[in-house]
């Protein structure tokens, strides 16, 4: 394997999350080997010069009740397993060579747009594990996922809530920068199957929710359950 190639692989496993060690073992060559290569990819950025996208992730059945460009061959691993259009994001960016920036993000595809949102923190290849697993802990499961699908699916909801009177948590604007730059309409259509659906939450307002939708909608233009009803 030469240098290049070398290089091409220890960036595939560091988007995988992998550390050094990890990734010295995986490829049967020593860590000094890896080290030097890690830092280099480090130092890359995009041509934005954001810092480089180390991971991104969201929950499987993510897509449940969303219409999704087909052309943009975003796949969801199990869309059997939704989550009532309560969907997670977690992004984390390179910081140094051995540490991350990350964030995460609660969004209502649904209605609400961004609920709350978790960051910036920055942490190494151990932390971030054990946050991903954290994060997703009431999910069925996560996969991995481009960082265009993140943006479009946090910054879309968070355009699409705004249409219906929403705006995102002030906890979203911290944690913003790490999604990236992102213009245009959402290849996505929020809204459960096309149309604003809002589901109570353990913190929400829901008599405030619903006179917010009545000063755009008819009543019979949205859906909600409130209380189990």
């Known amino acids: 394997m030469d240098t290049a190639e070398l290089k091409d692989r220890v960036r595939e496993l560091r988007l995988q999350g992998r550390s050094p060690k990890e990734i010295a073992r995986a490829l049967k060559v020593s860590p000094s080997v890896v ?6 990819i480090a130092a890359e950025t995009v041509d934005t010069g954001e810092p480089e996208v180390v991971g991104c992730w969201i929950n499987v059945g993510w897509s449940a009740g969303l219409g999704v460009d ?3 061959g975003w796949v969801d691993e199990s869309p059997e397993a939704g989550a009532d259009g309560m969907v997670c994001v977690l992004v984390a960016r390179r910081h140094n060579w051995d540490r991350m920036t990350v ?20 942490v190494d290849d151990r932390d971030l594990r054990r946050f991903r697993e954290y994060f997703f802990g009431e999910y069925a499961g996560w996969q991995e996922a481009p960082i265009e699908l993140a943006r479009h699916l946090v910054l879309g909801s968070i355009d699409y809530a705004r249409t219906l009177g929403f705006e995102p948590h002030e906890d979203f604007a911290p944690a913003a ?8 309409d959402s290849a996505i259509t929020f809204g459960r199957n096309g149309k604003p659906f809002y589901m109570e939450g353990p913190h929400d307002d829901p008599a405030k929710v619903l006179r917010i939708l009545r000063r755009t909608l008819a009543d019979d233009e949205f859906d909600y359950l409130i209380g189990g009803r």
């Open 103 to 122: 964030c995460g993000y609660l969004a209502d595809v649904y209605c609400l747009g961004v609920k709350n949102a978790i960051g910036p923190d920055v």
């Open 70 to 72: 087909p052309a943009r």
């Open 177 to 184: 920068d790490v999604l990236g730059k992102w213009e245009g």
């Open 35 to 40: 080290a030097p290569l890690v830092r280099a």
